[in-house]
């Protein structure tokens, strides 16, 4: 059943260089392909890599329903010019919090691609009345994704101790840093 009072975000999103579009299960077998069996993207994951096309099918089934009731509203991230998903990223909208979630191809690091994407959607997310709060988490020892945070324009909270489970690390709960942008 929908949440009819948390706002919808569009289906699509373009920055310079990418398009962000609801995932379809056609994404699949690229995703599965481009990222999603690669154990060093999965590494900071709350996910194991994906050992079969059917996992990655069944992720973007849930995707698509959690897009319907309102859940969560994730996008695949592709070049402007092409439509082959290169990386993911997420909004989870709670009352007036909404918390982000990104994930790209190995191939694509370090190119601003994930800031890009994400300011694109704090941008949205603030400019609903009823948001007042982009956080996100990440593992205490994945730098790439604080800097991400930093980049575009969060603040560093402070750490969670003992916050999230990310099976392909060690000492589960793992500590993680939370950061925020509010209005
Ligand atoms: C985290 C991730 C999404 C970043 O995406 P990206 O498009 O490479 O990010 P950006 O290029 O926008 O920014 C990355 C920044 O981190 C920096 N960085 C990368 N590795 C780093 C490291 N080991 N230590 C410090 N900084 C690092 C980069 O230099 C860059 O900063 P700069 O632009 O000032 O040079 C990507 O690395 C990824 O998918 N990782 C695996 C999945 C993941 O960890 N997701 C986040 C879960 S919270």
Redesign the pocket.
């Known amino acids: 059943m929908k949440n009819d009072s948390i706002s919808t975000p569009p289906f699509k999103f373009e920055t310079e260089r990418l398009t962000l579009r609801k995932p379809s299960l056609d994404d699949a077998q690229h995703i599965f392909n481009e990222?999603a069996q690669n154990a060093?993207?999965?590494?900071?994951?709350n996910w194991l890599p994906h050992t079969s096309v059917e996992t990655t099918q069944n992720f973007i089934g849930n995707c698509c329903q959690w897009w319907e009731n309102g859940e969560e509203f994730s996008w695949v991230i592709t070049h402007k010019t092409e439509n082959t998903p290169i990386?993911m990223i997420s909004l989870r909208i709670n009352d007036f919090k909404a918390i982000l979630?990104?994930?790209?191809?190995?191939s694509?690091?370090?190119?601003?691609?994930?800031?890009?994407?994400?300011k694109i959607l704090i941008n949205w997310a603030l400019n609903q009345s009823e948001i007042h709060r982009v956080w996100?988490?990440?593992?205490i020892e994945?730098?790439?994704?604080?800097?991400?945070m930093e980049?575009?324009g969060m603040k560093r909270e402070g750490i969670l101790k003992r916050w999230a489970l990310h099976p392909n690390l060690p000492n589960n709960p793992r500590d993680?840093i939370c950061f925020a942008i509010t209005k």
């Open positions: 990222y060093k993207v999965t590494k900071y994951m990386g979630g990104y994930v790209l191809s190995e694509y690091w370090n190119k601003g691609y994930i800031s890009e994407a994400a996100a988490f990440c593992d994945n730098p790439a994704s604080a800097k991400v980049k575009v993680c």
